[in-house]
């Protein structure tokens, strides 16, 4: 039987706007309002405002919620500040990525657990059942928040007319609890779009209050509405890994390139410990498939699945593919092997249907913004 995807508290707001809507993750959600492109610039030169509540919101409380986050995920949660947030990731036992996460300490024995939306289930589930054992409590919150984000560098100015929060006392990957437009929220210094932004936790039952006086602060600073589409091709820009492509469960943090999350140095046990010191072991000694950026030297659009090739031979695959507005040619992220991974290869295509596009193998990210 197929269930009807679910509506945020903004569904009504997007569609009065025109949006494109989609299914996405189970949700109903904004692909596009207008232009794909002219929402992408808006956000590199501008700002623009996203309605992101499909994300799944866990939140972990007691006093032991530390060691359980410890035990449960591969980063050293512990050592998060009060009012802080870390990027992590939950690992199944073998080592495969279940998902990655931002986690936010909200409290001395209080955390937020931010799941992409496909895996907000899952992560639950796997949550719950490693809590067994510990004084700390999962609670599923994913109806009790909406999440809108303005992202670029009119963000902050934006943000400022609505707010008397600190906004320049606030750090990357920091959150506070403040009031926006009225409205009782927690701003998180965070986004997916490689530029400056802001992440606003409130109640669904303010949602539309909230988006329409973010529309009104940023009218005269070119905030525009912005869709999941857009959001796609700024976070490839930025070199970000998104859950289904650059992560999976057939791949560790280490052949994801992000052995770094993993803190082998944490007191105690935590789950998939065994097989990620295995894991970072081969990393050494046999270096995996490395993620490289592809930029292309023709106009064809590389897709995920596609393989990457070099001297007739399969070397690797992409995993997420588009037209770059920025950069104004296609680019790619892809595993490659690690002898044609260095910046600067010759001789790598892409294999797109049939025909061999040369691409050139370049750092990740395509794009930084200037601070």
């Given at each position: ?164 929060a600190d906004l320049d006392g606030l750090k ?200």
């Open positions: 039987m197929s269930t009807a995807p679910r509506l945020t508290a903004l569904d009504a707001l997007h569609r009065s706007l025109g949006a494109t809507m989609t299914d996405f993750a189970g949700w109903d959600m904004p692909l596009r309002y207008a232009s794909e492109r002219d929402e992408h610039n808006a956000v590199r030169t501008r700002a623009g405002l996203f309605d992101l509540s499909h994300m799944g919101e866990i939140t972990v409380t007691g006093p032991g919620a530390a060691a359980f986050l410890n035990f449960a995920l591969v980063g050293n949660i512990g050592t998060v500040a009060v009012g802080r947030a870390r990027y992590t990731m939950i690992c199944a036992e073998d080592g495969g990525i279940l998902d990655d996460l931002i986690v936010y300490r909200l409290g001395e024995t209080e955390y937020m657990v931010v799941a992409n939306a496909g895996n907000a289930q899952i992560v639950l589930d796997a949550l719950t059942a490693r809590a067994e054992g510990f004084d700390a409590e999962v609670r599923d919150d994913r109806d009790a928040y909406a999440l809108l984000a303005v992202q670029g560098p009119e963000s902050p100015a934006i943000l400022a007319a609505v707010t008397d990357y990957y920091a959150g506070l609890p403040g009031t926006v437009a009225g409205v009782p929220a927690l701003i998180a210094r965070t986004g997916y779009t490689g530029e400056d932004g802001f992440e606003l936790f409130v109640a669904p039952v303010h949602a539309e209050q909230l988006w329409k006086a973010l529309t009104e602060a940023g009218a005269s600073r070119g905030l525009i509405p912005c869709g999941l589409s857009c959001r796609d091709t700024l976070r490839l820009e930025a070199g970000m890994p998104l859950y289904g492509h650059e992560l999976t469960t057939a791949l560790t943090p280490f052949d994801a390139g992000l052995g770094r999350v993993v803190k082998f140095e944490k007191e105690g046990d935590f789950v998939g410990r065994k097989a990620l010191e295995a894991a970072a072991g081969r990393a050494e000694t046999a270096p995996p498939r490395k993620l490289v950026g592809l930029v292309a030297e023709g106009r064809r659009v590389p897709r995920a699945g596609f393989p990457v090739v070099a001297a007739g031979e399969v070397i690797g695959e992409v995993t997420s593919g588009a037209p770059s507005p920025t950069l104004g040619r296609p680019i790619a992220m892809a595993y490659v092997d690690a002898a044609h991974a260095t910046p600067g290869t010759e001789g790598v295509g892409v294999d797109i249907r049939g025909s061999h596009e040369p691409y050139e193998v370049v750092a990740l990210p395509f794009y930084k913004r200037q601070k």
